[in-house]
């Protein structure tokens, strides 16, 4: 056996010298993400962004770190420990996963979270406005599952329900709700879980920035994946009509009945990222009579012929907040009908209550969508 | 590269002939488990209990399926997909991973429970009595997630609470409390996810067999793996003294600050499984002030001794369960103590109101705790 081991350290030396040319620039300041497992050192994140993970696959003969679209090639030591570390990726929340022998796996280290359709590794990337988000002592409000029969699809589902500190200490008090959407392959968790918005709102609570609300995120999914017809408007007519029934005839009524709420659309909002902040679009475009205040996340914009289409939402709505990542604005990938900041120019010009804003150096991920809430929520059900 | 493919092909043949003839006795039912992710069809259980696993994993060596801690080789095909089965497996909830060239991850096609020190995947058996945990159209409680500040260990912390429907309807009503722990290597999450309690009470609320109360489940890690004194007790003295200081003084107080509690001993339960039993047994035997009914699973149970040094426990406990699963009460392994049924015998003898329950086929196991929870709530706290 001596032999064979030998010769395979020797290709081992030859491939981590090869590393070490090509990774001469990698900053050596890496620490455990802050989405890992209790007690798991891997995957860590460095000062410039880089994640670097790190998996003990003895037999396996590529290892790789998928993240941000891009496959990254680990190295194996003497041990059967494979670590590989990522470009730069931008501050924030990130979905990824590894690759074994052609597997896509989740990586061991780090906790889960629903994106892409499946339960994955998520990594963090600490940011310089992380305090909005930091688990604090503060007062802190519930995230509550709740399960609920659906007339309108026959079936049993849940939504998380965030009710701020003070709910349970003044039983007698009630509040406004915001529904809160995910996007596109995420679900109910996803907002609570990689959004941190109870903590958001708990930190803004504890220093009386935003009015207490009731938040409901629910599952608005929508298959995408469906054949597109040539020429065909996309989404198609219609796309939303399934959760909008769904939203209005089961779950406000639920939470009305369960929760202490303010049960006027004076006191309800809606506001969504990417697919949500679409679905946000048609539902309170169309019914003003039930949301009086719109936050929509790097999913579009309301124009100046949807108003004109929905005189009723012109009059009556009370707030149009509209928040995109500045690299997503740049590429206009996720603009979805004309640029979103003069769209939102001519609606404030119309008279709207509206508000623009860009997160700095942030794409099409969760940074853009929790410091977009952040903002979001001090204008909110303000009076 | 024709060759080698069909060469290939030929030992895959082989491989796929020797499966065939082992595998002749597993019956050809299997559906997916209740436990996988929305829309993945593995792993699977077929009525025998046996567990298949399946993953894509085209350049790997080595594919197996590891529960119950035994590893079954799994087969790849000419697609590389690799599938596997395992011996049959009791009815029930069971942690599994795969194990992908030496790699040991997280099958993509499960949803993930916390237990044996890490998220990992878990595997549903039908069960002939799983309609107490059946999700069904009846009306639900919530499960909600409370962060709070623990002064006796300086950090923040959450548990996990279960109001009843009936809690957010009357907001005039209090409600009795049970504190409920989860075993070794497993955490808060334990209870609600793998045990299903929230269902099972909801059922038992809808027909009226239990009493409504409030569930606290919350984090009482012991680290079992430190050095053991040769000679010395074993766990040593002491062991749980961290856990019950931030119970009593911390967590309670908490509880009865944020929710609507009958604060006093007589409203007042603690139940665990396994660790959380013996945590039970410690706790309630020494603060029967604080507790006055009592549950055990899997983890021991009160001598007459203990009686004689806790005098105070004797004449305050208001109900004394235990529950075991058959298997593990053959095996003799979690008794911690004589022989869990006499020592119950022997203290109804002495006036207390004690229960025994045997779980029929099942071990060690989540199947033994849904069902030793299940008799335990229609006993608690009855008038």
Chains 1, 2 share one sequence.
């Not at 007690?39 to 670097?52: D, L, Q």
């Not at 942030?362 to 940074?367: A, I, K, P, S, V």
């Amino acid at each position: 056996m001596k032999k064979p081991i030998t010769a395979f350290s020797g290709l081992l030396t030859a491939g981590l010298l090869m590393a070490a040319v090509s990774q001469a620039q990698v900053v050596e300041d890496f620490k455990p993400s802050a989405a890992n497992q209790s007690g798991k050192e891997y995957p860590m994140v460095n000062s410039e962004g880089r994640v670097r993970a790190q998996i003990h696959a003895p037999e396996a003969q590529r290892v790789q770190l998928d993240i941000g679209a891009v496959k990254y090639d680990m190295l194996k030591d003497e041990n059967g420990v494979w670590t590989g570390e990522s470009a730069p990726q931008d501050e924030g929340f990130h979905y990824y996963q590894l690759n074994i022998d052609g597997a896509s796996v989740p990586d061991p280290g780090s906790l889960y979270f629903y994106g892409a359709g499946r339960w994955g590794s998520g990594v963090e990337v600490p940011a310089h406005d992380q305090d909005i988000y930091a688990l604090k002592n503060v007062p802190h409000g519930v995230v509550s599952e709740q399960i609920y029969y659906a007339e309108t699809t026959g079936d049993l589902r849940r939504c998380f329900v965030y009710t701020p500190f003070s709910y349970n200490k003044h039983p007698e008090k009630r509040y406004p709700v915001l529904y809160l959407q995910h996007g596109g392959g995420e679900n109910e968790t996803g907002w609570s879980n990689q959004g941190h918005v109870n903590l958001i709102m708990d930190n803004l609570l504890a220093e009386g920035k935003a009015q207490p609300f009731i938040i409901v995120m629910d599952n608005g999914t929508w298959d995408f994946s469906g054949p597109r017809k040539e020429g065909a408007p996309w989404p198609p007519e219609g796309w939303t009509d399934g959760f909008m029934q769904r939203l209005l005839e089961d779950i406000i009524p639920m939470i009305d009945s369960n929760y202490r709420t303010l049960a006027d659309a004076g006191h309800r909002a809606m506001a969504g990222l990417s697919m949500g902040a679409m679905q946000t679009r048609v539902i309170t475009l169309s019914h003003s009579e039930v949301f009086s205040q719109v936050g929509m996340f790097s999913g579009g914009s309301i124009r100046e012929d949807d108003l004109a289409a929905n005189p009723d939402f012109r009059d009556n709505n009370k707030l149009y907040f509209v928040g995109y990542g500045s690299r997503e604005l740049e590429s206009g990938r996720y603009n979805m009908g004309g640029d979103p900041e003069n769209n939102v120019a001519r609606l404030k010009e119309l008279g709207l209550n509206t508000y623009f804003y860009v997160s700095p150096d942030t794409d099409h991920e969760w940074q853009t969508w929790r410091r977009s809430f952040y903002r979001f929520a001090q204008l909110v059900f303000q009076p």
